[in-house]
């Protein structure tokens, strides 16, 4: 094995130059490109081929950024750029905020650990469509367990998923306009993702912490450092690739949330475009209507806007992450 | 003392984040009537363990769970070995373009997937593998999270261990295999279990690349419970809970390698 | 230090890299021509050349009834034998058959609501039945056509493309109004309403006693466009919705009534909820389709004297109607042994006896008048009262729109209805602006 490898070495040995290795670059990422190559690459292009073309099912008239324009002028398109807005908002900070605190606590802890960690962990290996029947049932207006509860401390009871109305407007008591802010359906969406999610970003916190010595965390102690100033300035500077990290994907991810909103609303119309997102109105308009021009329109324009973000993101924030 | 608070407030959390199981699981033992009914009982009056042969029996899951763990199984090999190569070579290696490259890897993961399904369903068709385990795995053995994540564990390495390594006249390959890996094994069960959880929990591609009752996955098959007038949600919820467990065990055992930190032994010697 | 180390590597390489960008391209452009050109080819492969594939949505019972009867035609059929495969539910199928009409490869037959075959017809894949039908060896005869109901084989035929039949009846059943015995039994009603008039009154009646809700809500096209129906109005003339139709804001109008005075409720989308409801005598009605009587008497424990069916109240008894239910059949356009195994198939699935059987294991109608003296269904009808309800619904039930586009509609029709649910617009308004909605999205699709 050792000497299969070696002569294997020998053989994509070319000198010393700056670009030495691109022989033997090729040989290990030959097999990952193959695959992305054909199965996400490839459909890419082809369904940025498909936007410019209008009509439905694949069998319209070239018109070239007319889908574009149209996505553009449509109320419906706006709405849900809207709502994807609210929930990334809504969802990524609160996540990572508290994936962080568990984690910690995680970290900590010496007894019980594995039995905790599973525990935490379980909502992200459960399949969303299983998760989003308990919660819907627990969202029931007539039968679930939060109206019953609060029903028994004397509170109004709630529509949840099915309420269109803003959560500004129902808690001042509509001082605020309905339609201003996320609504309470989506709320319980993003109230449901932050629970699915977290154990995801737990895990990778985890990993983050775990790759941080623990003698610099010791000396400080030593030292006489209280917790929360090991926290701050040992803890934290180092953990923070871990959070560029997540933040990234997790907004990634956050702009792309279909399984959610599916499970647990069958779609937006239900709630009056008020848990359409940008994925949802895509899903209606390509496999629903039909207008695959239209849909793969506003998935390129979608995938744009991810890239931007994570581009700005890049920047802004690389900056301030250290490296070991 | 600010220990016993912690624990406290873990397992406060962890109740919270556990009840929906719980409701899954005792909702698996109840009659029909009993689990539509709602408000605020958890246990069944009578626990109808009748409801497991009921529930496995309705549709052939032995050869769903075979099907499953074949493929998954296959993904989490490939995917590990693909993104330990791929990873590597982008954080180690010097060539051209290496740069615009990883940046068009990751511009993979910004597409929605939804988008891409009927191309990729098209290519399928082309490719003769309609109802196929080759459908089922290849599209999914490399992706752009898990270079991603193998490339910044490698960037995590010090130079110093490859710089001795070759000192010893030790080339690239023998040192990813024999040093570079074992390096970062945490990272590689974390991108291997995220694999095996992705493909395992995968419900819209099989549905679409499969129709065969024998090519069928768990997922598609508890879909068996939603019925054309009504779900049988015991059932459902019985079929789900025993789904579960397989990724719950793989995690359990897992989570510990997820932890430990080699580093530290290494940078001393 | 990693963006640092990301723009020292840029700029150097840039001379480089317009090369690999340029010929990546290429590579990409010519790859992308090869794949789309390939999808220019004609007809359509079936995806399976020994078997006639059939994708279907049944689940556990009525799946296994399906395959008994498909495994007796086999025995009896020369031809492809007939293959059920499960295929998802509906949006699943229309996603799945959208995808493979793409490929070029499709299945001999596939069940599909009107809407649905409306959309793949454009295609060129989906075969029209009028040349099987009439054919003077395989078709039916005129005795045959007569026997069927004519709601059922009208609902099938594409105004919009030359009037053929495209499809063909599968699993039909009608609106019904569900009710429970004891919430009327608790409120001092006798009997459930004939019209509408009486609904409102018996369902205040119900509040005021029993504290109830009178009826739990599905938000669902097809039970409005029912609804509009026993009201005497029309959904659609030609391409031009009558959403502002007297009967249609009548609709909506008598929701926003049963909103304001709290006799109805909305149910979570997506479940059957409000059949819970009915089970555990929460609410006195529901708005559904005969097709779930057989789980609703599952689920009470068989207890015939709990509940009942009925038509759904009218306006004019005189002259009732309901909208029809369930999904066709289609046969795509593949290789003429797999058309024929499927229309053989179909034959044999809608004749009389095996109707019946279909009938009454599914929960299903037949779709013969024939069925009416088939003593099956007899001793079925003898066996409790309310077996008969849906059959003799059928008779006055009508289709609903099949125009393409009809979808979106949908989506439109249920946003209205929510609207009036939630109390966020009046009944009139959400009806006049579902109207303007509706008939520009129908523009679109032309």
């Given at each position: ?324 | ?185 945490p990272m590689v069960v974390t991108i291997g279990l995220f694999a095996f959880l992705g493909s395992y929990n995968a419900l819209l591609w099989p549905l679409i690349v499969t129709t065969d009752e024998a090519m069928r ?53 | ?446």
């Amino acid at each position: 094995m050792d000497t299969l490898l070696a002569k294997l070495d020998d053989l994509f040995d070319s000198g010393a130059n700056r670009f030495r290795d691109a022989p033997i670059a090729f040989f290990l990422l030959l097999p990952s490109l193959t695959i992305l190559f054909m199965f996400a690459f490839l459909p890419m292009m082809y369904a940025f081929y498909m936007s410019l073309f209008g009509g439905k099912q694949g069998m319209g008239d070239f018109v070239g950024l007319g889908n574009y324009t149209d996505a553009f002028s449509s109320s419906a398109f706006w709405n849900s750029v809207l709502v994807t807005i609210y929930y990334v908002v809504g969802t990524v900070p609160i996540t990572l905020l508290i994936s962080f605190i568990v984690a910690y606590a995680l970290y900590r802890i010496a007894f019980a650990r594995g039995f905790f960690r599973t525990l935490y962990f379980l909502p992200y290996i459960t399949s969303t469509v299983a998760a989003a029947m308990v919660w819907r049932v627990f969202y029931n207006t007539q039968t679930g367990y939060i109206n019953a509860v609060l029903d028994k401390l004397g509170l109004p009871a709630q529509q949840w998923l099915l309420e269109p109305r803003g959560v500004l407007h129902l808690i001042t008591a509509g001082w605020i306009p309905h339609d201003i802010g996320p609504s309470l359906a989506l709320c319980c969406i993003m109230l449901f993702d932050i629970w699915q999610g977290s154990g995801f970003m737990i895990v990778i916190f985890l990993a983050g912490l775990s790759a941080i010595p623990r003698e610099l965390e010791e000396v400080a102690r030593i030292d006489g450092a209280r917790s929360h100033q090991v926290l701050r300035h040992i803890t934290l500077p180092l953990l923070s690739p871990t959070l560029f990290f997540l933040a990234i994907i997790g907004t990634i991810r956050a702009f792309q949330s279909f399984n959610s909103f599916y499970a647990l609303t069958q779609g937006g119309g239900r709630t009056l475009g008020t848990t359409e997102n940008l994925i949802l109105h895509i899903y209606a308009n390509f496999y629903e209507y039909g207008f695959w021009g239209y849909g793969t329109a506003v998935a390129t324009l979608l995938s744009l806007a991810i890239m931007l973000l994570t581009l700005i993101q890049w920047r802004l924030i690389g900056r301030r992450v250290h490296y070991g | 003392m600010r220990k016993l608070l912690v624990y406290i407030l873990l397992s406060f959390g962890a109740v919270i984040t556990m009840w929906p199981f719980l409701w899954m699981l005792t909702t698996s033992f109840k009659t029909l009537p009993e689990a539509t009914h709602g408000g605020l009982t958890l246990l069944p009056s009578e626990w109808q363990w009748s409801n497991i042969r009921n529930t496995f029996e309705a549709a052939p899951f032995g050869r769903y769970f075979f099907n499953s763990f074949l493929v998954a199984g296959s993904v989490t090999c490939a995917v590990i070995i693909t993104s330990l190569m791929a990873g590597y070579a982008f954080a180690r290696l010097y060539f051209r373009g290496r740069e615009i490259l990883f940046i068009l890897v990751l511009t993979t993961m910004m597409v929605p997937f939804e988008v891409i399904l009927i191309p990729n369903f098209v290519l399928i068709g082309k490719l003769g593998w309609y109802n196929t385990y080759a459908a089922l795995i290849v599209p999914w053995c490399a992706n752009a999270f898990s270079i991603f994540l193998m490339r910044q564990a490698f960037l995590n390495v010090p130079q110093d261990y490859y710089d001795a390594a070759k000192v010893d006249g030790c080339g690239h390959l023998r040192y990813l295999v024999k040093i570079g890996a074992p390096l970062v094994k945490p990272m590689v069960v974390t991108i291997g279990l995220f694999a095996f959880l992705g493909s395992y929990n995968a419900l819209l591609w099989p549905l679409i690349v499969t129709t065969d009752e024998a090519m069928r996955v768990v997922q598609v098959g508890i879909m068996a419970f939603y019925g054309d007038a009504g779900t049988r949600v015991n059932l459902l919820m019985c079929a789900s809970t025993v789904v579960i467990l397989p990724t719950v065990i793989i995690y359990f055992l897992a989570q510990r390698y997820l932890v430990e930190s080699p580093l530290g032994a290494g940078i001393k010697g | 230090m990693e963006t640092e180390n990301f723009m020292q590597n840029f700029i150097p390489i840039k001379q480089f890299h317009s090369v690999h960008v340029l010929m990546s391209g290429l590579f990409m452009l010519i790859c992308s021509a090869v794949t789309v050109g390939c999808g220019a080819s004609d007809g359509f492969r079936p995806i399976d050349d020994s078997s006639a594939v059939f994708w279907d949505r049944q689940t556990v019972e009525s799946a296994n009834l399906l395959r008994e009867i498909s495994d007796e035609f086999n025995a009896i059929y020369t031809g492809l034998p007939i293959k059920v495969e499960r295929s998802g539910n509906y949006t699943e199928i229309f996603r799945k058959v959208s995808a493979s009409i793409r490929a070029r490869s499709l299945p001999a037959m596939a069940v599909a609501y009107e809407s649905m075959t409306s959309e793949y017809i454009p295609t060129g894949a989906v075969v029209p039945l009028d040349a099987f039908i009439y054919h003077p060896e395989l078709g039916l005869s005129q005795d045959d056509l007569d026997d069927i109901f004519p709601a059922v084989l009208q609902t099938n035929r594409f105004d919009e493309f030359e009037g053929k039949m495209y499809s063909f009846p599968f699993a039909k059943s009608v609106l019904m109004l569900y009710f429970n015995r004891r919430v009327l039994d608790d409120a001092d009603i006798v009997a459930p309403p004939k019209t509408w008039d009486e609904f409102l009154r018996q369902s205040r009646q119900i509040k005021q006693q029993t504290g109830k809700y009178a009826l739990a809500m599905n938000v669902d096209c097809s039970t409005i466009d029912g609804l509009i129906f026993s009201m005497g109005g029309e959904v659609i003339a030609g391409r031009e919705t009558l959403f502002d139709s007297p009967a249609s804001i009548g609709v909506f109008e008598l929701i926003e009534t049963m909103v304001k005075e709290e006799l109805v409720y909305q149910i979570t989308p997506g479940t059957y909820d409000d059949e819970v409801a009915l089970v555990n005598d929460q609410v006195a009605f529901t708005l559904r389709s005969s097709s779930g009587l057989s789980n609703v008497m599952l689920a009470m424990d068989n207890d015939k004297s709990r509940w009942g069916l009925a038509h759904i109240p009218q306006v004019n008894i005189d002259s009732p109607a309901t909208v029809l239910y369930g999904p066709n059949v289609i046969i795509f356009n593949t290789t003429h042994e797999q058309q024929e195994a499927a229309w053989e198939f179909i034959k044999y699935f809608t004749d009389t006896d095996v109707g019946v059987r279909w009938a009454l294991g599914t929960g299903y109608l037949p779709i013969r008048k024939s069925a009416i003296s088939h003593p099956d269904l007899q001793a079925h009808w003898a066996d409790w009262e309310y077996n008969r309800a849906a059959y003799d619904s059928l008779v006055f039930a009508k289709p609903e729109p099949n125009v393409a586009g009809w979808q979106q509609v949908r989506s439109l029709v249920e946003n209205a209805q929510t609207e009036v649910l939630t109390g966020m617009k009046s009944g009139r308004q959400a009806a006049i602006d579902l109207k303007q909605s509706a008939d520009r999205a129908l523009a679109q699709h032309r």
